[in-house]
């Protein structure tokens, strides 16, 4: 692996940005072959959420953390080489509501509601939206003030809102995930949310447990079907979230973190099971990626390249996404601090880092 | 070190206030939004930590040395 202090990457290179619990690393991979590394990027602090806001030349979101001195979003608008910090935070809870930001769980460039649109999910659980590419952001209030939250109980990563879903032709209509709360919608642009959990199973043992979901996606042809990894389960839609049907069928445990779905092909979704529900290690200490080409009707584990056994690290579920090459590439990072990476969409792997802080985050941008 | 005008009797809020004038974003590092002083950043006047004294409301004199310390002890990571 090369190291550099700035990447300098062409047009159908791959840049991934893997933020860790002490930091941000960048890896240019020059027609996703040779891949060169930067960082670390904001040592110290750690990088739950990432993301790339659109142009040939992609402005890097981080959302890092200090654990004296707070949450932010920073960006770099040449890949690494300088990075911007508000002078004021710039993801904040209004005065006097008592809200008062922990972490950044997901950064989401919102295409559809404009290029230079970012949705922020957060601990305690909000939804923040900037329309200047990532510099400041607002509160969605109605769904803090929803009526809901004084039910809304942290699970073990906190009151985390992880998940955000935007209809790729309709905008207005949005999703989004917390842990542990459940998945609300809505249809008129965020003025309004409703749950959309029927199907979804609480936890089996634990009377009064809350729904706990973990990853949601789209499907890239369908945007009535989506997919999600949940605590207890691996769901579909069909039906825009008005009912969701197990698609564990086939996978070797029923918990994991992530839910990636193909960005060009419908139906194509990658997941990465662990054990339930305290262990929480791949099964067997063979981890393996699971991919299902049918929408969860069937799965395949692909596992060439990864630790055959005594395998037994985890990949969050900001941790696992895909490039938009075809065939798509498909990358995770572990909280051991392994990063993998796949050409071929699963089918094979090679390591790109081995000795990182455990990863909290990753996301792949191809530049134009 | 950074020497800031300080009046006696201000409050440890006004002078994160006079600092925050001389270097723009120490408040937000300092408080959280909802103006509490952050869960692992301690002030010290005078060698009192002023959660002890009085917390943002603690008053300071017109030479008082005061320290902003981020919590320093050992952790998950």
């Not at chain 2, 959280?32 to 002083?37: K, P, R, S, T, Y």
Request: glycine fraction near 12%; proline fraction near 7%.
């Amino acid at each position: 692996m090369n190291s550099a202090t700035k990447l300098s990457p062409h047009a159908g290179d791959v840049v991934v940005t893997v933020g860790t619990a002490k930091g941000a690393f960048l890896f240019c991979g020059n027609q996703r072959h040779d891949f060169t590394m930067s960082g670390p990027h904001f040592l110290g602090l750690s990088v739950s959420a990432t993301a790339f806001v659109g142009g040939a030349k992609p402005r890097i979101l981080l959302g890092n953390k200090s654990e004296h001195w707070g949450a932010t979003v920073s960006w770099s608008d040449d890949f690494g080489a300088t990075w911007n910090e508000p002078a004021e935070g710039n993801i904040k809870f209004p005065v006097g509501s008592g809200g008062t930001l922990n972490s950044i769980w997901t950064l989401e460039a919102g295409t559809a509601l404009g290029p230079d649109a970012v949705l922020a999910g957060v601990d305690p659980a909000a939804l923040f939206r900037s329309d200047d590419r990532g510099e400041t952001f607002r509160v969605n209030e109605p769904l803090f003030n929803h009526p809901d939250r004084p039910r809304w109980n942290p699970g073990f990563g906190g009151l985390c809102l992880h998940s955000i879903v935007v209809h790729p032709q309709n905008p207005k209509r949005m999703y989004i995930g917390v842990s542990s709360a459940g998945l609300y919608r809505t249809d008129d642009g965020g003025e309004t949310w409703s749950t959309c959990v029927n199907g979804l199973r609480v936890h089996p043992d634990v009377p009064g447990a809350t729904l706990c979901p973990h990853k949601l996606r789209i499907d890239a042809e369908n945007p009535s079907r989506m997919y999600l990894q949940s605590h207890p389960g691996t769901y579909r839609t069909d039906n825009e979230g008005r009912s969701w049907i197990s698609i564990e069928g086939g996978l070797p445990s029923e918990f994991g973190f992530p839910m990636v779905a193909h960005p060009r092909r419908g139906g194509t979704i990658w997941t990465f099971p662990l054990t339930a529900d305290a262990f929480r290690v791949p099964p067997n200490g063979q981890p393996k990626v699971w991919r299902s080409r049918d929408g969860g009707a069937s799965w395949e584990p692909l596992n060439r390249g990864l630790p055959e056994s005594d395998g037994y690290f985890t990949v969050l579920r900001e941790a696992f996404c895909a490039d938009t090459l075809d065939p798509a590439g498909i990358y995770f990072g572990t909280r051991g601090g392994q990063v993998y990476a796949s050409n071929d969409e699963g089918e094979s792997w090679r390591m790109l880092a081995e000795f990182l802080p455990p990863v909290l985050c990753v996301k792949a941008a191809v530049i134009q | 070190m950074i020497d800031i005008s300080m009046a006696a009797g201000m409050t440890v809020a006004e002078a994160i206030e006079a600092l925050a004038r001389q270097h723009p974003g120490i408040r937000d590092r300092v408080l959280d939004e909802q103006g509490e002083l952050r869960r692992h950043v301690n002030i010290f006047v005078d060698g009192e930590n002023a959660r002890f004294i009085g917390g943002l409301a603690a008053r300071v004199k017109e030479d008082s040395e005061m320290w902003i310390h981020p919590a320093l002890s050992g952790g998950l990571n």
